[in-house]
């Protein structure tokens, strides 16, 4: 995910330079880094990866390994008990509010379940925490944390969010306010990224009520532009060259269109067009730093907290 980001700084003003020497250093990602969104509760959203972990670097290190958005983790000491879940069995039961059972009483107990405290999931949470719920055993950690990403993102696994626009700009523009949004245009050097991402263009098409012939012949400003030099750059800077994967359409790119900015359409192929014409455009939402209050993830879990929000507290850094 997000591999744009790497070299933004970047400039290529040496043609003496071999395609060797420019490309090694794009073989060096950035270490994406999960921060603590919420203390004492979990994410519902779809797990695609489950181990016990012995600590919380260990579960970060799985989840960028299975290309995981987010993950939920439980600390050891927190045993495998979800109090608040056994709360709302005594209620029920009519014994009372305490989740701790009384000395002298039968513990009431749930269904045994194979439980492991690293759970990796597909994506992130939105910035409304839909799928938050209280769970005294977990802890969630996400990449997209200041500010979580806007209602109106997309999540494609393995892929990162996204926010198709459908407001007609020209690439400078477009550009612009991808930034605004604290991301920069879709990333499409690769087969998953050019197949996903168009897919979630006709989607989006589709859903605007668009006839699917108008759907298909929709076009999207990506973050692949050739104004340097008639050589294609990422958003980064990242000459096209280092990247293997290509999806042009018969006749692009040409001397023609040049120097141009390139769309994405629905049907999965790429397109050079004059930089100052208007079109739709993909947004890719940054990953971030750790929120602007840190969770308080030493607090004891309680039922009487069950909102468990953000707090500040001591800043979490993971290896």
Same mark, same amino acid.
């Given at each position: ?6 070299l933004?700084? @970047? *400039?290529? =003003?040496?043609?003496? +330079?071999?395609?060797? !020497?420019?490309?090694?250093? @794009?073989?060096?990602?950035? %270490? ?5 969104v ?5 994410s519902?959203? *779809?797990? +695609?990866g489950?181990?016990?972990?012995? /600590? ?8 960028? $390994? %299975? ?5 939920n ?12 879940? @056994?709360?709302?069995?005594?209620k029920?039961?009519?014994?009372g509010?305490?989740?701790h059972?009384?000395k ?5 107990? *749930?269904?045994?379940?194979?439980f ?5 999931? &597909?994506?992130?949470?939105h ?9 005294? $055993?977990f &802890?969630?950690?996400? @990449?997209y /944390?200041?500010?979580?990403?806007? &209602?109106?993102? *997309?999540?494609?696994?393995s892929i990162?969010?996204?926010?198709v ?6 690439y400078s523009?477009? =550009?612009?306010e991808? !930034?605004?949004?604290g ?5 499409v050097a ?6 996903l +991402?168009s897919?979630?263009?006709? &989607?989006?098409?589709?859903a605007?009520? %668009?006839?699917?012939?108008n ?11 050739? /104004?340097?030099g ?7 800077k990242?000459?096209?060259?280092? =990247?293997?994967? $290509?999806?042009w359409a018969?006749g692009h790119?040409?001397?023609v ?6 769309a994405l ?5 790429? /397109? ?9 455009f ?5 990953t971030?730093?750790?929120?602007k209050?840190?969770v $308080?993830?030493k607090?004891?879990?309680?039922v ?7 707090a500040?507290?001591k %800043?979490?850094?993971?290896?």
């Open positions: 995910m997000q591999s744009l980001y790497i933004a700084y @970047l *400039t290529f =003003f040496a043609t003496s +330079i071999q395609p060797s !020497q420019i490309c090694a250093p @794009l073989r060096h990602r950035i %270490k994406h880094q999960f921060h603590a919420r203390h004492c509760q979990r519902k959203r *779809t797990v +695609i489950l181990i016990n972990a012995d /600590t919380v670097s260990e579960c970060a290190e799985y989840a960028r $390994r %299975k290309h995981g958005m987010a993950f983790y439980g600390p050891k000491n927190r045993g495998q008990v979800n109090l608040f879940e @056994l709360s709302t069995i005594r029920e039961n009519g014994t509010n305490s989740p059972p009384s002298g009483t039968d513990a009431i107990t *749930t269904e045994p379940e194979e492991y405290n690293c759970q990796i999931l &597909d994506c992130a949470e910035r409304n925490l839909s799928s938050i719920v209280n769970d005294t $055993r &802890d969630y950690y996400s @990449l /944390t200041r500010p979580l990403p806007q &209602d109106n993102a *997309t999540c494609v696994p990162g969010m996204l926010v626009e459908d407001r007609k700009l020209n523009l477009a =550009f612009n991808c !930034q605004s949004m991301g920069s245009l879709a990333h690769s087969e998953a990224r050019t197949n +991402i897919h979630l263009c006709a &989607d989006v098409s589709l605007a009520n %668009k006839s699917a012939a759907a298909s012949g929709e076009m999207y400003y990506v973050g692949l532009n050739g /104004t340097e008639n050589k294609f750059f990422t958003s980064a990242e000459p096209l060259d280092c =990247f293997l994967y $290509r999806a018969p790119p040409s001397n269109n040049q120097p141009g900015c390139v359409s629905s049907n999965r192929s790429w /397109t050079v067009h004059k930089c100052n014409k208007p079109l739709a993909i947004c890719e939402l940054h971030s730093g750790p929120p209050h840190e $308080r993830l607090r004891k879990c309680s009487k907290r069950p909102n468990n929000r953000i500040p507290g %800043k979490i850094l993971l290896s």
